[in-house]
């Protein structure tokens, strides 16, 4: 019995979680263009970490490109920006827009610690019954 047990929590350990960070569940403001563009356009983040950010962009994008972003965490004075390289893209379901999911390259204006600190501000306490 002892075995299956470490059986299922070395498959809960390599299973298909692949973040080194804990993610918030985040609306906030952000613009971003890509290096090759010439202008900035607008959305919102899905969720944001330590090591990266999602959002919605207007179509496909190529994994691996570089994209400049700034945006305002809900609640905080100052914005943030920096660069970021795109590690996934999904198509949201019945919309031309896709979903992607960044890597932090280089944060300009915050820290991973104030990014740490944003999200251990605003998470939802769990409460059991």
């Known amino acids: 019995m002892a075995d299956f047990f470490n059986r299922i929590r070395n498959m809960e350990n390599t299973g298909s979680e692949r973040r080194r960070f804990r993610r918030l569940k985040a609306n906030c403001p952000v613009e971003y263009r890509f290096f090759n563009a010439d202008r900035y356009q607008q959305s919102v983040t899905c969720d944001i970490g330590e ?20 945006a305002r965490l809900n609640n905080r004075p100052q914005g943030f920006y920096g660069i970021a390289r795109i590690c996934w893209s999904a198509r949201e379901p019945y919309s031309e827009r896709y979903r992607v999911g960044m890597e932090f390259v280089e944060a ?22």
């Open 51 to 70: 090591g990266g950010v999602s959002f919605l962009v207007d179509g496909p994008v190529n994994i691996g490109s570089h994209i400049y972003f700034h």
């Open 108 to 129: 300009g204006s915050i820290s991973r610690a104030d990014v740490t600190s944003f999200i251990e501000a605003n998470k939802v306490p769990c409460y059991s019954s």
